[in-house]
C-alpha cells in the first residue's frame, strides 16, 4: 500500500482575549491564530475495506475516542465513503502544550482524507464537520491564519508578520478546565475590531491565572522576557517569544534552562498541509 506522508502543523494564538460567558459554559473570546512551519507527519495508506486503522496509538486513549480515528470515521459517514486507510502518526508537537496538535491531527485527516478518497467536500464543508471535533479543528480546515470569534468558530483570514519564535514547553500540565473555570480569569475584555486589536501590543487573558498557579510557566516567562516579548499560547503549557530573524531566536534558544523542550519555527499564514495540496495557495 502506498503511503502519503502530510503535515499537521503546530499553531500559536498570538493573542487571546476572553469577552464574556455564554449560557452554555462556552465563552466568548477573540484571538489570532497563526500556524508554525514545524509540526506532526501523518503517514496515510488506503484501503478497500473501509476499516480504519491506527497503527501508533495513544497510550491510555480508546481508539474510539482519538481524534484521529474519529475524524476519519466523521468524512466515512458523512459521505457513505467505502474506503478505508491506515494512519500512522509522527508526533512532534508536545501533548498539552496549547499548540493544538490533537486538532491539527484531525483537521489534517478529514482534508488528506478528502483529497485521498475523492470525497469532493469543500473547506467550508470540512470546517463545519471539525466543529464537531473541537472549536480550534475548523482553522486548521481552512488553512488560513485567521482572527477567530465566538468560541473560535467565526474566522476572518488575516496576514499578521510572519516572524521567527522560539517556543518553550515548560514541565507543566495545565488544566484548561481549571483555567476557563477560575473565578478570577478575565471574561469582560471589551470587544475591540480586527484593525485595533491589531495595532496594539498583544496579550493572554488567561496568562496571569496560568503563572499564578504553575510555578514552572512563571518561572520560564519571567526569564524569557529579558531577551524579547514572550506570552502564553492559548491556556498553555507552551511560552513564546517573538523575533525578527532565526538567528535572533537561535541565539536565545541556544540560552534556555537544559531541562526544558523547546523549538525555532516562522510562522506562516498558510498552512504547510495546504501548501503542499495548492488547496489555498494565497490569502
Known amino acids: 500500500m502506498k503511503k502519503h506522508t502530510f503535515p499537521s502543523p503546530a499553531k500559536l494564538n498570538l493573542f487571546l482575549y476572553i469577552n464574556g460567558r455564554r449560557t452554555d459554559g462556552y465563552h466568548e473570546l477573540q484571538t489570532l491564530f497563526q500556524f508554525l512551519d514545524f509540526g506532526d507527519r501523518l503517514q496515510i495508506s488506503l484501503r478497500d475495506d473501509a476499516r480504519i486503522i491506527l497503527e501508533n496509538q495513544i497510550d491510555g ?15 466515512q459517514n458523512q459521505t457513505a465513503c467505502q474506503l478505508g486507510a491506515n494512519i500512522a502518526v509522527e508526533k512532534k508537537i508536545p501533548m498539552g502544550a496549547g499548540l493544538g496538535g490533537g486538532s491539527s491531527n484531525a483537521a489534517t485527516v478529514l482534508v488528506a482524507l478528502n483529497h485521498l478518497w475523492q470525497t469532493g467536500l469543500s473547506l467550508v464543508q470540512l470546517a463545519e464537520l471539525g466543529l464537531q471535533l473541537g472549536a480550534d479543528v475548523p482553522i486548521f480546515v481552512q488553512g488560513f491564519a485567521a482572527f477567530a470569534e465566538g468560541v473560535g468558530e467565526k474566522l476572518t483570514p488575516c496576514n499578521p508578520p510572519e516572524k521567527w519564535y522560539l517556543v518553550l514547553k515548560p514541565e507543566a500540565s495545565i488544566s484548561t478546565a481549571l483555567v476557563f473555570q477560575h473565578p478570577d480569569l478575565p471574561r469582560n475584555t471589551p470587544k475591540l475590531n480586527l484593525d485595533q486589536l491589531l495595532n496594539r501590543e498583544w496579550a493572554n487573558d488567561c496568562e496571569k491565572i496560568v503563572r499564578d498557579h504553575y510555578s514552572e510557566v512563571d518561572d520560564l516567562l519571567t526569564w524569557l522576557i529579558q531577551y524579547a516579548p514572550c506570552r502564553l499560547t492559548g491556556t498553555g503549557a507552551c511560552i513564546f517569544a517573538e523575533f525578527e530573524t532565526e538567528a535572533e531566536a537561535q541565539r536565545v534558544f541556544a540560552l534556555k534552562p537544559k531541562q526544558v523542550q523547546g523549538f525555532v519555527a516562522q510562522g506562516r499564514n498558510i498552512s504547510p498541509l495546504h501548501q503542499q495540496l495548492n488547496l489555498f495557495p494565497t490569502l
Open 61 to 75: 486513549v480508546a481508539v474510539e475516542q482519538n481524534l484521529i480515528y474519529r475524524a476519519a470515521k466523521l468524512l
